[in-house]
């Protein structure tokens, strides 16, 4: 495996970790300070930014396998998972809030936390023979 394969799997890991740890964090404060239904529309928009976090780890993965081959079409996977991670975001919400009827400020409150944590995300990535 390269040491990028190995950088970009210790970086996921740990992004997931955290967007997890802040899921739970926030859909809690919702269940706490509001009900299960905040709850379950927190807990939701974390999901979504978990559900956009791994569609783009897949679609680096795969740029990476296939610019091994040939260069371009690496940087077109990684377009193409930009995008549909974009549309996914979307019609996640839009069936979040349209057709489970789900408490839009607690689904974007979640959302917004959780994508935060890109910034967050310091992860070692100095090569140790």
């Given at each position: ?25 926030v859909a809690l404060a919702y ?99």
């Open positions: 495996m390269s040491f990028a394969a190995i950088v970009m799997r210790r970086v996921v890991h740990r992004l997931l970790i955290i967007q997890l740890m802040l899921t739970f964090l269940l706490i300070l509001h009900n299960a239904e905040a709850f379950t529309a927190a807990f939701y928009g974390g999901a979504i930014t978990l559900c956009g976090t791994l569609l783009m780890a897949w679609r680096i993965n795969r740029a990476g396998e296939v610019a091994a081959r040939q260069k371009q079409q690496g940087y077109i996977e990684i377009y193409i998972g930009a995008i549909q991670k974009f549309i996914l975001t979307l019609v996640l919400m839009a069936f979040g809030m349209g057709y489970l009827k789900l408490d839009p400020l607690a689904l974007l409150v979640c959302f917004a936390i959780t994508q935060m944590s890109f910034v967050a995300n310091k992860v070692d990535t100095s090569h140790h023979s």
